[in-house]
């Protein structure tokens, strides 16, 4: 069974930083992509922040590039978002996902709909 599980969310002034967590079992963690995408209240799950396989390379969203950076620990299963300069635009709930690539996939996913597994999301919320 695959589950991935965030943690880290939480209330925290404008300019103020939060790491986020994602715990990941069932699935050869390194062989997979991971991404970051975020739910504002109204609004459509967009994208953040992703990784290839082994975090060889990263994109960002526009909204985040130069604030947020993402990490991961294969020995731990683990995928980190590093969140600081934060703004009240910032406040989502915050989903970790995974997607399978090959070998050969050297591109980080930015498309919500390629992604293979979900967690249940982490809610950050920035207050000004």
């Known amino acids: 069974q695959v589950q991935l599980v965030e943690s880290g969310g939480g209330l925290v002034q404008a300019g103020g930083s939060l790491r986020l967590s994602c715990s990941v079992s069932?699935?050869?963690?390194?062989?997979?992509?991971m991404g970051w995408f975020r739910q504002a209240p109204g609004k459509e799950r967009e994208f953040a922040v992703a990784?290839?396989?082994?975090?060889?390379?990263?994109t960002y969203a526009d909204s985040v590039k130069g604030r947020f950076t993402i990490s991961r620990d294969n020995a731990k299963s683990t995928v980190y978002l590093q969140m600081n300069s934060l703004e009240p635009e910032d406040t989502a709930v915050y989903y970790c996902?995974?997607?399978?690539?090959?070998?050969?996939?050297?591109?980080?996913?930015?498309?919500?709909?390629?992604?293979?597994?979900w967690g249940q999301g982490t809610q950050v919320t920035v207050a000004s």
């Open positions: 069932g699935i050869t963690f390194s062989s997979y992509g």
């Open positions: 990784d290839s396989r082994n975090g060889g390379r990263t």
């Open positions: 996902a995974a997607v399978y690539l090959p070998y050969s996939a050297l591109t980080p996913v930015s498309s919500r709909g390629d992604y293979n597994y």
